[in-house]
């Protein structure tokens, strides 16, 4: 099931790339980084990491029962990214992502409540300082408008 899983995510991940490098420009006509550099990146990460992933999950030949217990995280998760999608128009996405990543990290990292809070800020301030500032791209504002 694992590797079934896997493959679908290294099919998903070969078609994202296929469309990164084929629809968007990888340079502007400025001779700028295009609309297409940051696409083809990770798509070729997430290739290169879903085939490593692959490859070490055949090697250690586990058995399906090991991960009978993960489907409980997996809803989870499913239903805090539902979650975090109605968060993302209510509170808009540094909030959304400071309180998702806070409940995410609390289930899949319990007992590190330190840890997981300070990952909950640090990430989507690093993301906000990188679009909104550097790249002068929004991240997506909320209903109510914060300082941030």
Do not use: C
């Not at 250690?60 to 999608?85: F, N, P």
């Not at 808009?92 to 990290?105: E, K, N, Q, T």
């Amino acid at each position: 099931m694992r590797i079934a899983f896997l493959v679908a995510i290294l099919a998903g991940a070969v078609f994202y790339t296929t469309v990164a490098f084929t629809d968007l420009g990888f340079m502007t006509r400025t001779g700028r980084l295009g609309p297409g550099f940051f696409p083809r990146v990770i798509g070729i990460l997430m290739i290169v990491l879903a085939l490593w992933t692959i490859v070490d999950e055949l090697r250690k030949g586990r058995r399906a029962d090991a991960t009978a217990g993960l489907w409980r995280d997996v809803t989870a998760l499913v239903g805090l990214t539902l979650g975090y999608a109605v968060l993302l128009w209510a509170l808009g996405g540094f909030l959304a992502s400071v309180v998702f990543l806070l409940a995410a990290l609390s289930l899949l990292n319990p007992g590190r409540h330190l840890q997981n809070g300070a990952l909950a800020l640090v990430l989507p301030s690093a993301v906000y300082l990188l679009f909104d500032v550097l790249l002068n791209a929004s991240t997506p504002p909320g209903l109510v408008s914060f300082p941030i």
